[in-house]
């Protein structure tokens, strides 16, 4: 009992984490909303600057698409207990390569990669694997601070895990915001500067603790991100997971 009780407390903070992060960033675009429709009424009373009154127009449909983004996240975030259930054998090596490719969308990037792979044929549940290595791969390459970036999968494994490690030698993330890039629309760059919905690592998050895996940021010597996740062989249910 005392266990259980342990775990409904931890759920219990989680939600009131995830009700305060998601009021908060939800209501950032609709505070911008409003403050736009006000100037363009405004602009209509007064001033009449076609001009202005374009622009706010453009800048009031990207918040609208930023909500639209935003609640697409959540429901796929609401999601993973639900889809992408089923577990195959596939070759590794042409697993990787086409998630890489597909991901390669930049043709101002010369993109770099390499391959260490233990095992090349394993069994699992690809479908959402390929969800958590595709975010990690776009990310490096949209991060990316140079013309030219070098990829490198690895993949490993343990008596009990796939271990998968995903590293760049791109800008990598500041120390200081480590322990926050989880946590489900947070982004290291100001939405304003640089723009994403801040999910995509949150859902990975999910998506491992869902099949009683994890991932990780870890920290390199040398310039660049490195993430590593560790998939379960065997069972793909955490029986401890509460959706």
Known sequence: MKIQGQKLEILRKEFDEFVFIVSHDVKAPLRAITNLTHWIEEDLAYTRNEEDILENFSMLKERVK???DMIDSLGEYSRIHKENLTVYKQNVFEFLDRVTNSSITCPNIQINKHYEISNPIIETNFGKLER????LIENSIRFANKSTITINIRALE???????????????????????IFKIFYTVRPKDIFYSTGAGLAICKKICQFVGGD?????????????????????????????
């Not at 343990?158 to 926050?180: A, T």
């Open 132 to 135: 958590i290595i595709k975010e």
């Open 66 to 68: 930023r909500m639209e």
């Open 158 to 180: 343990d008596e009990d895990f796939y271990v998968f490690q995903i590293s760049d030698n791109g800008c990598g993330i500041p120390k200081e915001v480590r322990d926050k």
């Open 215 to 243: 991932i990780l940021y870890i920290e390199q010597e040398n310039e660049g991100a490195c993430f590593e996740v560790k998939w379960p062989k065997n069972n793909l249910i955490n029986d401890d997971y509460e959706s």
